[in-house]
């Protein structure tokens, strides 16, 4: 479709770019000269400042169902043209395509409760081979007297509030999973020093001290956490989130050793 749509339009140029942050990240490139498409322009720079020149261009919003517009179709030729109504449609219904399989890939693997990324976006970190910065494993503790005490629901309530407030202290690149049911692991791609991921996790703990509202009512809960550091030497991602349980599980017999 992509290839014959370019053809019809005499484009020189297709671009899906992608947003980050205030940029538009382009994923994919396709030449009029070359058959081929390119996952990963050789020279991103160049091909940016092909998109963002002066030129005739047609762009098509990617919108997901949640309306969190994705990224951009865009058309790029050196001459004036103009779409018909039928090539149009063909680049919304390319664009609601690529939307639809964003949504499918994200509900795959995204916890329905919290928003959070679940175990099967672990499992695709461990299939890229990746090695993080550093993990933090956090356990929630005696959130089974939460739910017993106030109801599944609460409970469930008390979750996605926890889960907002650990966004709130992590940077956009920082990757957190909901691993459990009150388990949290947070993966860190980039940490200036081994230090960064003991002062995030010291930001963490201290916002555990102010209560959460659910239906107003103020509850208070505290974590266990343990982190796991890729400092000076390569660790696998497994082997990291292995240490970073293990620190937690310690920090949880502290825990209850204190009670």
Same mark, same amino acid.
């Given at each position: 479709?992509?290839?014959?749509?370019?053809?019809?339009?005499?484009?020189?140029?297709?671009? /899906?770019?992608?947003? #980050?942050?205030?940029?538009?990240?382009?994923?994919?490139?396709?030449?009029? =000269? %070359? +058959?081929?498409?390119?996952?990963? +322009?050789?020279? +991103?720079d160049? !091909?940016?400042?092909? @998109?963002?020149?002066?030129?005739?261009? @047609?762009?098509?919003?990617?919108?997901?169902?949640?309306?969190?517009?994705? $990224?951009?179709?865009?058309? !790029?030729?050196?001459?004036?043209?103009?779409?018909?109504?039928e090539?149009?449609?063909?680049?919304?219904?390319?664009?609601? &395509?690529?939307?639809?399989a964003?949504d =499918?890939?994200n509900?795959?693997v995204?916890?329905?409760?919290?928003?959070?990324?679940?175990?099967? *976006?672990?499992?695709?970190? &461990?299939?890229?081979?990746?090695?993080?910065?550093?993990?933090?494993?956090?356990? =929630?503790?005696?959130?089974?007297?939460?739910?017993?005490?106030?109801?599944?629901?609460t409970?469930?309530?008390?979750?996605?509030? /926890?889960?907002?407030?650990?966004?709130?202290?992590?940077?956009?690149?920082?990757?957190?999973?909901?691993? $459990? $049911?009150?388990?949290?692991? /947070?993966?860190f791609?980039? @940490?200036?020093?081994?230090?960064?991921?003991?002062?995030?996790?010291?930001?963490? %703990?201290r916002?555990?001290?102010?209560?959460?509202l659910?239906? #107003?009512? +103020? !509850?208070?809960?505290?974590?266990s956490?343990?982190?796991?550091?890729?400092? $000076? !030497?390569?660790?696998?991602?497994?082997?990291?989130?292995?240490?970073a349980?293990?620190?937690? *599980?310690?920090?949880k017999?502290?825990y209850?050793?204190?009670?």
């Amino acid at each position: 479709m992509i290839h014959n749509l370019k053809r019809q339009l005499k484009a020189d140029k297709l671009f /899906i770019t992608a947003c #980050d942050g205030a940029n538009n990240r382009i994923i994919k490139a396709f030449n009029h =000269l %070359e +058959p081929a498409m390119q996952e990963q +322009p050789d020279d +991103p720079d160049a !091909v940016t400042m092909e @998109l963002t020149a002066d030129k005739p261009r @047609l762009s098509v919003p990617i919108v997901t169902a949640d309306n969190h517009t994705y $990224g951009t179709i865009h058309i !790029v030729h050196t001459e004036p043209f103009e779409p018909t109504e039928e090539q149009l449609m063909q680049l919304q219904s390319m664009a609601a &395509f690529i939307a639809y399989a964003i949504d =499918l890939e994200n509900t795959a693997v995204t916890d329905s409760l919290t928003g959070l990324y679940n175990r099967r *976006y672990l499992h695709k970190l &461990f299939d890229n081979g990746e090695a993080p910065s550093g993990v933090m494993f956090i356990d =929630l503790n005696d959130f089974k007297w939460i739910n017993d005490q106030f109801g599944h629901e609460t409970g469930d309530k008390l979750l996605i509030q /926890i889960s907002n407030r650990l966004r709130s202290h992590l940077r956009k690149s920082d990757r957190i999973i909901r691993y $459990g $049911g009150d388990e949290f692991l /947070i993966c860190f791609p980039q @940490l200036a020093e081994e230090s960064g991921i003991r002062t995030v996790k010291e930001k963490i %703990e201290r916002s555990f001290q102010d209560p959460f509202l659910t239906d #107003d009512v +103020p !509850v208070f809960i505290t974590a266990s956490i343990g982190v796991s550091s890729n400092q $000076g !030497v390569y660790v696998s991602l497994r082997q990291l989130i292995a240490n970073a349980d293990q620190a937690m *599980y310690a920090a949880k017999q502290h825990y209850k050793n204190s009670l």
